[in-house]
């Protein structure tokens, strides 16, 4: 890593500061940086993200979005670290640009920047969206059980204070219901990583069910790939395979959704690290080390896109 914003990287960021070195890399980098907008959140605030790579029309894409889950701030240090390398690493590593040659990167630090900026505000393990429930004094919906492809068939709670609440009907959260309009506009999207932490997984569908999906042999094969990526750089081991059977049953979650309704084979949830040491409140001395490895990952989502 070498340019002037690199200590930016290694500290977590407000909301506001996130948008601010958005403008940034936007005015700096004009030929491999632009700036889009997916949807407004409930409370009013752009979501917004960068797509990084070189001209070039028609590109095949990878979508990568952090903060789903607003306390989960690693995942939003890591959007902000890959499109740090991908920029640094283009022109002097013939790999990274190759791939931004052939690949677009669609890069959202924050997908719910309400409970992101609430998580910093007034409750730092706050998780969910921050949108009123009816008749009940708690507030917000689980967005990944909000998604609209088998939603509230398990794994998810009707009780408003629950943290896995699903809301009241598949895209009642104006954040997820916009996510996936944006998501259903752009055909060229043919891989989708929602990043989440903590726990050390590559996962891709079935969330809703233990099922195997029929695709699973060629979904494995890239989770395999990008779980060794990353232990090839520090040893940091990943579990993989589908989310139902890594980590637990989970309806209305995105990559089913992206997988069923939108057809992205490679659909994935990731999970960051640790493993529950210091599990959220990730210390930002494991920024960079999770940059950089979750980096050889996000590779080898490129060369699939490519390849798509
Ligand atoms: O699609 O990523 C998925 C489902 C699994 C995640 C979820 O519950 O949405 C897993 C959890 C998460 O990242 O939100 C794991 C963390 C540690 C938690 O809050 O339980
Ligand atoms: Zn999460």
């Known amino acids: 890593r070498s340019d002037a914003l690199d200590n930016f990287y290694n500290v977590y960021h407000t909301f506001d500061e996130i948008n601010t070195w958005m403008d940034t890399i936007v005015t700096t980098y004009p030929s491999l940086a632009s700036q889009f907008t997916v949807t407004t959140s409930y409370e009013g ?7 990084i790579g070189s001209a070039g029309s028609n590109k095949p894409a990878v979508f990568l979005c952090g903060c789903e889950h607003a306390r989960e701030w690693i995942s939003t240090a890591v959007m902000l670290y890959t499109v740090g390398l991908l920029i640094d690493n283009y022109g002097t590593d013939p790999e990274v640009t190759d791939l931004m040659d052939s690949v677009d990167y669609y890069i959202v630090p924050v997908l719910n920047p309400d409970g992101y900026v609430w998580s910093w505000t007034d409750d730092r393990m706050w998780r969910k969206t921050r949108s009123p429930n009816e008749g009940s004094v708690c507030v917000g919906t689980d967005p990944n059980r909000n998604w609209g492809y088998q939603w509230g068939t398990g794994g998810s709670s009707s009780l408003p204070c629950a943290s896995t609440y699903m809301g009241t009907e598949p895209f009642s959260e104006v ?3 916009g996510t996936a309009q944006f998501l259903a506009s752009m055909p060229n999207i043919k891989v989708f990583a929602d990043v989440h932490a903590y726990s050390q997984m590559w996962m891709s569908p079935w969330a809703y069910t233990h099922d195997l999906p029929a695709d699973f042999t060629e979904q494995n094969r890239l989770n395999q790939l990008c ?4 232990q090839s750089v520090y040893g940091t081991v990943y579990e993989y395979g589908t989310i139902a059977n890594v ?3 989970a309806s209305g979650s995105s990559g089913d959704w992206t997988y069923n309704d939108l057809g992205i084979l490679y659909s994935h949830a990731v999970e960051l690290r640790d493993t529950g040491e210091y599990g959220f409140l990730l210390p930002e001395d494991q920024i960079e080390p999770s940059g950089i490895e979750t980096f050889e990952a996000f590779k080898e989502l490129g060369y699939a896109a490519a390849g798509a």
Not at 45 to 50: A, D, E, N, S, V
Request: no cysteine.
């Open 45 to 51: 605030r752009k979501i917004t993200g960068l797509k």
């Open 175 to 177: 954040e997820v219901s």
């Open 227 to 230: 779980a060794e990526a990353i």
């Open 247 to 249: 980590i637990y049953v």
